[in-house]
């Protein structure tokens, strides 16, 4: 592929974005153009024979993609060895240890970002005394590049930050939000203040919804997203996708179902449009002012399906399980590891005394719990997830509320063609396929020593 091939496919994935965002083109049509466009083909062009957009409408964006690759400086060293990399996998992590990102030095956050999406990491990290960082298929990367000063990471953050947003970060000494690009995206931002200087974390948002198949996630998980009521849970290690997952789960049942969904996200994280359903997405201290506080506001406002970003305490986990119990369909994350472990945190927030009636209430409203890990593939070129499924079957409705969770496990076992899993099951599966080295699975395992490669 030529240099002035790979720019005009640069060019082309941007365009799409950009009509995507604006909303000039549905998704579906752009991928049919898209598809039957030649390798450096002119997107724009393509779009405006089709009568999707106007000649205008192109002539402006693609203006816009001039002036913005016009003020770019990426690094030539950078670019070459990303583009000697096979088209649809990406770089390898040896392949980003060994890229020059010296050139980049004092660019906006918003070039490095722009650079991390388009080698495909996962998060970004720009901190005092050190080099960025980078996460790329787990792996967290240290760039070659000028350390940083604390006098480069406060001038980057003010520069990225509106004057609401710094003096929050002055007075709170953090700041999450979500920074949305006009041209390559979201993410998710921490913006936080440490004993050497002020700091911030990115994490990448994906431009559309994932689906399950995305995600290479079972079929399975799609009973979830039938239940009228009760609660489900997504769990793992934090990184671990649980809001890719959760965010297929609600995708889904956006274009099948006609409810009303209310999300609670801090901050919102990716963007649903309406399909079939209804959708209302709110960023707690943006919209509202806590967790339990959205919660409680939610159970008023008809809602069908109600999407938790995060249950952090009582409170929130309270009205979560009076939601499920009173007819809505909870879909909520927990940073715990397995099934066990989930249900065990649900119960253990709440005083003793109070423990028996939540264990009934539990074992009545639960519908499933997936716990994920995501594990680095033997061949270097990604990573991928590990599952343990959980349905609430009556046994295990029994075992919830007679406090036995601890004989979790063997249902799991036994429940292999109901589509439950355990997590050390999963990891065997992988590993026996060749997908993931001996070492990779004794260290995600709950029992090492069963796992022989």
């Not at 050139?103 to 650079?115: H, N, T, W």
């Not at 209804?278 to 399906?305: G, K, W, Y």
């Not at 499920?324 to 715990?336: C, D, F, P, S, Y």
């Amino acid at each position: 592929m030529t240099e002035e091939t790979r720019d005009r496919s640069s060019r082309a994935t941007m365009f799409g974005r950009i009509v995507l965002k604006n909303k000039l083109v549905d998704e579906a049509a752009l991928k049919k153009v898209m598809a039957g466009l030649p390798a450096g083909g002119d997107l724009g062009e393509a779009l405006v024979s089709e009568g999707l957009i106007s000649a205008q409408h192109a002539a402006a964006i693609q203006k816009k993609i001039d002036e913005r690759l016009g003020g770019a400086t990426a690094t030539q060293s950078a670019s070459q060895t990303a583009a000697a990399t096979p088209a649809g996998t990406g770089p390898t992590v040896a392949d980003l240890q060994r890229m020059d990102f010296t050139e980049m030095s004092g660019q906006p956050i918003a070039e490095y970002l722009r650079k991390a999406r388009e080698l495909g990491c996962s998060d970004f990290h720009f901190q005092v005394d050190s080099a960025p960082l980078v996460r790329l298929h787990g792996q967290l990367i240290r760039l070659k590049h000028p350390t940083l000063s604390a006098d480069d990471t406060e001038k980057a953050v003010r520069e990225l930050l509106d004057d609401e947003q710094w003096h929050e970060l002055e007075e709170h000494l953090d700041l999450d939000f979500c920074l949305e690009t006009e041209d390559h995206g979201r993410y998710r931002a921490n913006c936080f203040q440490q004993r050497k200087g002020k700091e911030a974390i990115f994490r990448l948002i994906p431009d559309t919804v994932p689906t399950l198949e995305d995600l290479n996630m079972p079929d399975v998980l799609k009973e979830f997203t039938q239940y009228n009521q009760g609660i489900v849970l997504v769990t793992g290690p934090s990184g671990c996708g649980k809001s890719a997952t959760l965010a297929a789960l609600i995708g889904m049942i956006n274009q099948s179902r006609n409810d009303h969904i209310v999300t609670v996200e801090d901050p919102i994280e990716y963007i649903f449009d309406p399909a079939g359903s209804n959708i209302n997405q709110r960023h707690v201290r943006r919209h509202t002012e806590s967790f339990h506080s959205a919660l409680r506001s939610a159970m008023r406002a008809d809602p069908d399906v109600i999407m938790v970003g995060e249950m952090r305490d009582v409170e929130t986990i309270s009205m979560a399980i009076t939601a499920a119990e009173t007819g809505h369909l909870v879909l909520a994350t927990l940073h715990t590891t397995n099934a066990v472990r989930s249900l065990d945190r649900l119960i253990d927030v709440f005083p003793p005394r109070e423990q028996e009636q939540i264990r009934a209430m539990v074992s009545e409203s639960m519908r499933g719990v997936i716990s994920q890990q995501l594990l680095p593939r033997k061949d270097g070129t990604g990573v991928v997830p590990a599952l343990e499924i959980m349905f609430a079957t009556s046994a295990v409705g029994n075992l919830i509320r007679e406090n036995k969770t601890f004989q979790l496990p063997s249902v799991l076992q036994t429940g292999r063609k109901q589509g439950m899993v355990t997590m050390d099951d999963s990891i065997r599966e992988l590993l026996s396929k060749g997908v993931i080295t001996p070492e990779v699975a004794r260290y995600h395992a709950e029992d090492p020593s069963s796992m022989k490669g």
